[in-house]
Antibody, heavy 120, light 110 residues
Framework: QLQLQESGPGLVKPSETLSLTCTASGGSISNSNYYWGWIRQPPGKGLEWIASIYYSGSAYYNSSLKSRVTISVDTSKNQFSLILNSVTAADTAVYYC????????????WGQGTLVTVSS | QSALTQPPSASGSPGQSVTISCTGTSSDIGGNKYVSWYQQHPGKAPKLMIYEVSKRPSGVPDRFSGSKSGNTASLTVSGLQAEDEADYHCTSYVGSNKFIFGSGTKVTVL
């Protein structure tokens, strides 16, 4: 059974960089049948897709965040990561990592989520 | 691209049915079969309930059903139960490995 676990600082100062890692267990990030992604949810609001990546490194970004976001994969550690630059209070959210089967439009496994607060 | 439009809330009594709409455009919902729905209880991660408009993952009760007409997708929960009280989110593929989510609907079991 695949498990995904997000990790990273829970508090980031405005204008600084948010950095999160998702570690997979019970399954391989290198499996060619899946994409891996980040989704966030501001407090009391809906979900927002941020970015997705394939094990080969091919990356896809939400146009509204593309200038500030980088997603990367480390198959040797079975991890993928998210970097969000120049954060503001609007980036305060629960950040989830998730798996998407190839040739599909859904996310079938999710991490538990990690709250990141942007505040000085 | 703006979020898909969902009603903020919906409700029903135990045993009744509730239907949630998710409205987009021909560039998202109306343009492909990749519409999915997620259930989210407070403080928990979303759980996949419906994919490809109307398919249910293993383990999801058949009380949950999905459909689509034009640019609007719908999720129906029949025979409402107390544990169905949750937030429900729709999402659609928009091409180029990109996705858009709905604004979310809170379902209350009266």
């Amino acid at each position: 059974q695949l498990q995904l676990q997000e990790s990273g600082p829970g508090l980031v100062k405005p204008s600084e960089t948010l950095s999160l890692t998702c570690t997979a267990s019970g399954g391989s990030i290198s499996n060619s049948n899946y994409y891996w992604g980040w989704i966030r949810q501001p407090p009391g609001k809906g979900l927002e897709w941020i970015a997705s990546i394939y094990y080969s490194g091919s990356a896809y970004y939400n146009s509204s965040l593309k200038s500030r976001v980088t997603i990367s994969v480390d198959t040797s550690k079975n991890q993928f990561s998210l970097i969000l630059n120049s954060v503001t209070a609007a980036d305060t959210a629960v950040y989830y990592c998730a798996r998407r089967p190839d040739i599909s439009g859904h996310f079938d496994y999710w991490g538990q989520g990690t709250l990141v607060t942007v505040s000085s | 691209q703006s979020a898909l439009t969902q009603p903020p809330s919906a409700s029903g009594s135990p045993g009744q049915s509730v239907t949630i709409s998710c409205t987009g455009t021909s560039s998202d919902i109306g343009g492909n079969k990749y519409v999915s729905w997620y259930q989210q209880h407070p403080g928990k991660a979303p759980k996949l309930m419906i994919y490809e408009v109307s398919k249910r993952p293993s383990g999801v009760p058949d009380r949950f059903s999905g459909s689509k007409s034009g640019n609007t997708a719908s999720l129906t929960v029949s025979g409402l139960q107390a544990e169905d009280e949750a937030d429900y989110h729709c999402t659609s593929y928009v091409g180029s490995n990109k996705f858009i989510f709905g604004s979310g609907t809170k379902v209350t079991v009266l």
